[in-house]
């Protein structure tokens, strides 16, 4: 076990190189400066020159890519170009807005998921089955934003059970928070639900055809015992691949749910990052993510070799 984990964190290493690299060129390549978009197009030359010497853009690329990877590393993510305020500050009052949100949405996508995957296994063919994957299939179609406003139209407008976007803040207290991003959460997590429900129908279907299943049964155990015991357990290796990317999409793909919802989450920041050319937020947030999207993969690396021990013995 330990040598696959070392090898796993080895892998994660070099992953978050490449992808410093990746972004890093990426966000340099876009046209445009973002000096001459902060003074505009009738700005002096030596008044353009004066603020990309303040703000580093006059350095070589090699040279402000190990300065901002660097800083980084110490957790000095720089500083906006637009708000002049510590990126790591901003960073920080976002990450509380979506990272929960992230994890409401996950949490929802599996309690849903699990009983509705399992239920229709169980009851391969019947009624029960076809109407928990027509509604799968209905999920997977509609497009989470359009789900976002159908919520917002019903539960915040009609009923008015909820509100129809903002953030209360964490000071109000947990429920109060929880409750604000309660619509946002159920617009990511019914289509994430609807995959994973059916890659866990799936994948318990095939546990159900091997012969330890049939061994199970002729020892007596019950079909739903044998189910629960053995099947649920084997049947966990592709559904937690699918829990990983998912809460990768959940974190960093809530772009379009937080402007629905005009929560104050790292999707907000980053669309106004992009559209005032602060670049220095957009790397860092990005990176940010990028680093956590990784992190949980590693975990959910670890958990496949808790769950089959054959990964520790390759290992």
Do not use: C
């Not at 992808?19 to 973002?34: H, M």
């Not at 990877?69 to 510590?86: A, E, H, I, Q, R």
């Not at 949100?101 to 229709?120: D, E, K, M, N, Q």
């Not at 999920?139 to 915040?156: D, T």
């Amino acid at each position: 076990m330990i040598a696959f984990a070392l090898r796993r964190f080895g892998s994660l290493i070099v992953s978050l190189i490449v992808a410093s690299f990746v972004i890093f060129a990426v966000i340099e390549v876009i046209p445009g400066d973002p000096a001459s978009f902060m003074l505009g197009v009738n700005a002096r030359p030596d008044t353009l020159a004066a603020l990309q010497a303040e703000l580093g853009l006059d350095q070589p690329l090699p040279v402000r890519y190990l300065s901002w990877v660097g800083g980084m590393v110490t957790g000095d993510f720089g500083t906006s170009y637009t708000y002049k305020t510590p990126v790591a500050g901003m960073v920080a009052d976002r990450i509380w807005v979506s990272l929960p949100l992230a994890l409401y949405a996950l949490i929802l996508s599996t309690v849903i998921a699990f009983p509705a995957g399992i239920y229709a296994a169980s009851r391969r063919g019947g009624v029960g089955d076809t109407a928990v994957m027509g509604a799968t299939q209905l999920g997977v179609a509609i497009p989470n934003f359009w789900f976002a406003m159908i919520l917002v139209l019903i539960f915040a407008i009609k009923l008015r059970w909820f509100s129809a976007g903002g953030f209360v803040g964490w000071d109000k207290g947990v429920f109060a928070g929880l409750w604000s991003l309660t619509l946002p959460a159920i617009a990511l997590a019914l289509p994430q639900a609807a995959i994973l429900a059916r890659v866990m129908r799936s994948s318990l279907l095939d546990m159900l055809g091997e012969d330890f299943m049939r061994t199970a049964r002729a020892k007596g155990l019950t079909r739903r015992r044998a189910l629960w015991k053995h099947a649920v357990r084997n049947a966990l290796i592709p559904v937690l691949t699918i829990l990983g990317l998912q809460f990768s999409f959940l974190l960093a793909g809530g772009i379009v749910i937080e402007q629905v919802f005009f929560l104050p989450g790292l999707g907000r920041l980053i669309f106004q990052s992009i559209s005032a050319r602060d670049l220095i937020v957009v790397e860092s947030v990005v990176m940010l993510l990028v680093f956590l999207v990784i992190v949980v993969n590693f975990i959910v690396d670890l958990t496949y070799a808790w769950v089959d021990p054959r990964l520790r013995r390759r290992a």
